[in-house]
C-alpha cells in the first residue's frame, strides 16, 4: 500500500475512503503547518482558489491582466527548496495517485456528485481552452465546495462519466486522482504528455507529484502473440518487445499500473496485478 493507504486509508485504498470526501474534512480549520504550506485556513478556501484558477475563464483573465513591476527584493534569495522538499509540500497540499479503470469505476460509485471541466493543464500547454479531460468529484455546481456555479461546469451522471472514462482508456490516457489539502479529494484526470503534472515528473524527471497505481501489468506469454499493439498505450516506457520469443515484457519497476496498455490487446494477454505480489515493484511508489 502507498503512503496515504496507510495514511489516510487504514490500510486499506485511501480513495475509496468516504470520510475522504466529506464536507466535515472539506470545512475543518487546517493545522498552523498546513496553513503556512497552503496558504488557507480551511481546505474550503484552498479548493475555491484552486477551481477559480484551474478553469479556463480564470486562467485567460489571469494570463490577459496588466503586467505588474516586480517588487525589488530586499534581502538575499532563498535557495530553491530541495526534491524533497517539493515533494512532502505537494503531498500535503495537492497529490495524486494514478488508477485504473476500475478502480475509476468505484470512485464514481461513491461519490455523489461527479463533474466535467476545462483542463487548466491543456490550456498552458496547448493554448486550447475547451479540452474538458478533468472531472470534479465531491466538488462542483451543486455547491459541495462552497464556489459558486458556472458554464464550466458540465454535471455528468455517472454512467456517462464511465462512458468517457473508458472512452479516454481506449485513447491510452492514463487517469489518475488528486486531493486539494490531503487528504480530501477534488478531482479525477486524465493525463498525457499535455498534463504539466507527467511533464514535470515523468518527461522532466522532476520531482514526484503522483503515486503509482496498487497494481502492475503483467503480459501472459501464453497469450500473448507479439502484435506490440498495446506498446503504443504506455505512458511510461515501460514496456519491451523480445524479437527472440516474439513477445511483449512490461518491466515491473518502471510500470504505474494505470492498465491502459489491456484496451490494445485482443488476446486478454495482459492483466493487473496487485503492486505487492511482485517482489521487484511492491515498494515502488514513486521514484525507483
Known sequence: MCEFCQEHGEGKKWYLQMKNYSRALLLEELSEEKQKIVGTKT?????????????????????????????????????PPTEEEIMRNQQVEHFGQVLPIEDIEQVIDLVSTITRLPCGCRYITTGKADER?????????LGTQGT????SFEVLTKKDAKKLFHKFDKEGLMHSIW????????GLCNC???????????EKNGAPVFFRAEYICQTDWNLCTGCKSCMKQ???????????????????????????????????????????????AANIWLKK
Open 43 to 79: 481546505r474550503g478556501e484552498w479548493v475555491r482558489n484552486f477551481f477559480n484558477s484551474f478553469t479556463f475563464h480564470s486562467q485567460k483573465e489571469k494570463v490577459e491582466s496588466p503586467a505588474q513591476e516586480a517588487p525589488q527584493p530586499t534581502q538575499p534569495p532563498k535557495p
Open 133 to 141: 479531460y478533468c472531472f470534479g468529484v465531491s466538488v462542483g455546481p
Open 148 to 151: 459558486e456555479p458556472d458554464s
Open 179 to 186: 486531493t486539494g489539502v490531503s487528504p480530501y479529494i477534488i
Open 192 to 202: 498525457d504528455h499535455d498534463c504539466t503534472a507527467y511533464r514535470y515528473y515523468i
Open 234 to 280: 504506455c505512458q511510461f516506457a515501460a514496456m519491451y518487445y523480445s524479437s527472440t520469443n516474439t513477445k511483449v515484457y512490461i518491466e515491473p519497476t518502471k510500470c504505474f499500473g494505470c492498465g491502459v496498455c489491456r484496451t490494445a490487446c485482443n488476446k486478454n494477454a495482459i492483466a493487473l496485478i496487485p503492486r505487492e505480489k511482485n517482489k521487484e
